[in-house]
């Protein structure tokens, strides 16, 4: 399959009803890295409705990064699995 260009993707979606346009991370650090970045998203996170755990996670695996650490907790969840079997 032949990647195409946002402007051909555009006039090819003129033959549909409904036109929807999804916007990633990467562009969003580009548009507005003040606000997007996992720096800027961990120290605007609101904590205090999570156990006190839940932060400690983050210096655990000193990361800002949200993906990163539900990554680790999903696979520590299974690797827990395993014990209970």
């Known amino acids: 399959m ?3 260009s946002f402007a051909a993707a555009l006039d090819a979606s003129y033959q549909c009803t409904k036109r929807h346009l999804l916007l990633g991370n990467g562009f969003s650090i580009a548009c507005r890295p003040d606000i997007f970045v996992y ?5 605007q996170a609101d904590f205090s409705k999570l156990s006190s755990s ?3 996670a983050f ?3 000193e990361t800002q ?4 650490v539900i990554k680790a907790l999903r ?3 299974a690797i827990l699995a395993v014990g209970t079997r």
């Open 59 to 61: 210096n655990a695996l």
């Open 65 to 68: 990064d949200f993906e990163k």
């Open 39 to 43: 720096g800027k998203l961990f120290d």
């Open 2 to 4: 032949k990647l195409m």
């Open 75 to 77: 696979d520590a969840k």
């Open 54 to 56: 839940a932060k400690k």
